[in-house]
């Protein structure tokens, strides 16, 4: 009995996480433990949304007087919150939709829904406001959510939150495409010839290679979901872990470039404000604040499971992670506020200013997003973080790309520096480099 109990509550996490085709069984027991908790979570818009349910066992169903209740997520929270004290039977008869299910296939429309909102599947038979249980058979089922696609027919598994995203996918997997082909060889090419930016092109290449990783694992994910609802949930598992990867590698790297000029900058003479030597407190900040974002990012993944990468910051994990980036935009901007305001030199006051601009982007554009996204409807505020922050980000990258592979920049500050950049190649370079 307590292995059906698991598999029935895993059956339902499942569904609600990985797609909107749900497979498993109603079970009588599970339902009456956990009353309040949703079997699906869906948006459904438009006025031909549909829930269809295929059950295998009709005999049993009519005989538990197996329902399923449809409630808007407005009014289930306004219920639960309800200073009056209902029953369970009472919290149940105020559905907005109920189906009974009495047939092998049956479908019920929602309708007439003014704009996309959320709305919860509710499990319900005879027994699960009942103090006395008997043991019986499960029901086998299948449920398909669907809202109407563009021209009205019920076949789009997409939510109102998702619609849109498998289409952004695909364009921002062609942009990478277009991009790899007109700029990859050039690029690899500069990298090869071991100039003074080697180490940093090197590992922005790699947190690039990483972002169009997780791009096109989420278009595979999302093109299989668009057929069955349900999609690879295994190239959605490798789309988030390319994805922290590739934060991690970007984290690390703008931590050591701004931490090698500040700490540089306080034990260096004036005139070799750029040197780093990789001491152990900035190679031990950088550890630290890795480390914490990593934590904080697979912390994140356990309390959302939905595969999109960016989450909607209801959770701990996400407030903290959002938190901690505000801080490093700060701490890094007012690190390098402190070299800006004291450089002569016009040609570095700007490399540090674009620099600047590119750290407070990729840091900032998560919190900032996450906070102008309160203002819109639920439906709307997955793809504002989703979109925004993938194009922010891609931004950013665009910046520090055009400032290191720069020869009116980074050529420039490197050679009239006669030192070393932070995370370069020290050795074996005069003050004239050649790409």
């Not at 009456?32 to 059950?55: K, N, S, T, Y």
């Not at 000029?261 to 190679?283: E, F, V, Y």
Request: glycine share 6%.
């Amino acid at each position: 009995m307590r292995w059906r109990l698991l598999w029935a509550l895993c059956a339902c996490c499942w569904g609600c996480a990985w797609g909107k085709t749900l497979r498993g069984g109603f079970v009588s027991a599970a339902a009456r433990l956990q009353p309040w908790r949703p079997l699906a979570r869906f948006q459904f818009h438009g006025d031909h949304a549909v829930l269809c349910v295929r059950i295998n066992n009709v005999a049993v169903a009519v005989t538990k007087e197996a329902r399923l209740h449809l409630f808007q997520a407005q009014e289930w929270l306004k219920l639960q919150n309800s200073i009056q004290d209902h029953s369970c039977t009472e919290k149940f008869s105020k559905a907005q939709l109920t189906m009974t299910v009495n047939h092998t296939e049956q479908n019920l429309t929602v309708s007439q829904i003014p704009y996309p909102e959320t709305w919860y599947v509710f499990y319900v038979d005879k027994f699960t406001c009942e103090e006395n249980y008997s043991e019986t058979e499960d029901i086998q089922f299948e449920m398909v959510l669907l809202n109407p696609d563009a021209e009205g027919n019920p076949l789009d598994h997409f939510s109102a939150g998702e619609s849109g995203l498998h289409e952004f996918f695909f364009l921002l997997v062609l942009a990478y495409f277009v991009t790899a082909c007109i700029y990859a060889q050039s690029l690899w090419q500069t990298i090869k010839k071991r100039g003074p930016m080697h180490t940093v092109l090197k590992v922005l290449s790699v947190a690039l290679l990483l972002q169009a990783g997780s791009a096109f694992a989420n278009y595979l994910h999302f093109s299989s979901y668009s057929k069955d609802g349900i999609g690879a949930p295994f190239m959605g598992t490798v789309a988030e872990l390319c994805d922290i990867v590739s934060q991690i590698q970007m984290l690390y790297l703008l931590l050591s470039l701004c931490m090698g000029w500040t700490i540089g900058r306080m034990k260096k003479s004036h005139s070799r404000p750029l040197q780093w030597d990789s001491t152990p407190a900035s190679t031990g900040i950088a550890v630290v604040v890795v480390v914490t974002q990593s934590l904080l990012l697979i912390w994140e993944q356990f309390e959302d499971t939905n595969h999109h990468s960016y989450h909607s910051h209801h959770g701990l994990a996400s407030g903290l992670l959002i938190g901690l980036r505000v801080c490093l935009a700060l701490s890094l901007a007012a690190g390098l506020y402190q070299i800006i305001t004291v450089e002569r030199s016009t040609l570095k006051r700007e490399f540090y200013i674009t620099f600047a601009k590119a750290c407070i982007l990729w840091f900032l554009c998560h919190p900032c997003l996450a906070t102008v996204s309160v203002i819109f409807r639920e439906y709307q505020r997955e793809k504002i973080i989703t979109i925004g922050v993938i194009l922010c980000q891609c931004i950013s990258m665009v910046i520090l790309y055009r400032l290191f592979l720069s020869h009116s920049l980074y050529w420039e500050v490197s050679s009239l520096s006669s030192v070393t950049l932070p995370l370069t190649v020290s050795s074996g370079h005069k003050n004239r480099h050649h790409f």
